[in-house]
């Protein structure tokens, strides 16, 4: 049940990272009464500079999608497996076929394992991103007219992911251990003659 929570969330976090393909919008372009009748809201970029804006942010989206998209991905897989490893228990295969327990152990070994590698890629394409000109350039042209938020760094969702994957390394490996526990205690009281 853990790992379906933690997956839940690292999906949750990771989605975060792709979000709307946004993009500068500047009140004129909405058009309308309040723009033209009340003067709108100054954001301090002319027409030049704001259609920059709207570039810069719409190919720093494209830069950050493949990375999230197969966060993603990896999220819905993580998400997927410990509810087969659910209804498997609820259909009482562990006790049918004990070598089931060790074959999950496995698959729960190779996942952990498996992560670690995921969560550097994930960290690695994120921060190649980050340090991208394209970044820099939205990071600068924001900077100059006061804007806050837009610095090229990782922000907190995307931490969170990272520190989920790790949480969620650790959670598959204590499962491979309780796994191999029950597989034992399973062993053992089919040994033990029954008891009228």
Known sequence: MVEVLLAALILVCSSV?????????????????????????????????????????????????????????????????????????VLRVPWRFPAWLLIECTLYIVIAVGTVPALYYFLHSLLSVYNSSVCKEREQLYQSKGYQGFWCSLHGAEIAAGLLGCLAAMAYLLSAGLAVRDYRTGHEQKQKPLQL
């Open 17 to 89: 990272s792709c979000g709307s393909a946004g993009g500068y919008t500047g009140l004129s372009a909405l058009g309308g009464i309040y723009y033209y009748q009340y003067g709108g809201a100054y954001s301090g970029f002319s027409a030049a500079e704001g259609e920059r804006a709207q570039q810069l942010d719409q190919r720093f989206y494209l830069l950050k999608l493949p990375v999230a998209r197969a966060a993603m991905a990896v999220a819905g897989c993580l998400l997927v497996f410990p509810c087969v490893l659910i209804l498997v228990g």
